[in-house]
């Protein structure tokens, strides 16, 4: 936990420029973004606009039933606030980190890159992506209702220890151990969070 409340900390100065803004997606209502996407996504239009990157890739794909990817509407946000359509990729695949990041790495060269996302997420998301072959680092979110003192806060804290715990099964003992772990959280988080439970579905049946 410390090490998550640390890094975060320490990520809140304005990062040095890098060729791309990347933003993880988090969850859509039909078309608008929840209050934690459009805060991820007024961080990156702030650096946009600071002169940070030259390219934004907002994350995310969709769950059934949705009729639109995390990314396209992070891309129609970004671009009603000012950043040029042609300076927006959207990459609407994955439903977690990991799939997200792979399927921009898969797709795109991205260069060096900031990650937009939560303060508490800012840590395990620079972990992964160096995993997944990027030199990135994380730019958290100043407003959100995922900051301190909220519940999201305690929320999104516990979560991320979880998946801190999960990374550093995986470093020691593989990724089997891991992705059973892995497993057996996400089950306790939609017990406990029942809205949890149709991304939980999504992730285990891809």
Do not use: C
Not at 7 to 23: E, F, G, M
Not at 120 to 143: K, W
């Amino acid at each position: 936990m410390i090490r998550i409340l640390l890094h975060a900390y320490r990520r809140r100065r304005r990062p040095s420029p890098a060729d791309s803004l990347v933003i993880l997606g988090t969850a859509q209502y039909d078309g608008t973004p929840s209050r934690q996407f459009a805060a991820r996504l007024d961080h990156a239009v702030g650096l946009w606009e600071a002169g940070v990157a030259k390219h934004v890739y907002p994350l995310g794909g969709k769950l059934p039933g949705d009729r639109f990817t995390e990314a396209e509407v992070g891309k129609r946000y970004l671009v009603e606030r000012g950043v040029p359509a042609e300076a927006v990729t959207p990459v609407p695949e994955g439903n977690d980190t990991q799939g997200s990041y792979a399927a921009l790495v898969a797709g795109h060269e991205v260069g060096r890159v900031i990650i937009v996302t939560d303060p508490n997420h800012a840590l395990r998301a620079e972990i992964l992506a160096r995993q997944a072959g990027m030199d990135a680092v994380a730019s958290p979110t100043q407003t959100s209702p995922s900051h301190f003192p909220s519940a999201a806060w305690w929320r999104t804290l516990a979560h991320e220890v979880g998946g801190m715990v999960v990374v550093d099964v995986s470093r020691v003992l593989g990724e089997g151990p891991a992705d059973r772990l892995e497993g057996l959280l996400r089950r306790l988080e939609a017990g406990l969070r029942p809205s949890r439970r149709a991304r939980h579905d999504a992730l285990t049946d891809r």
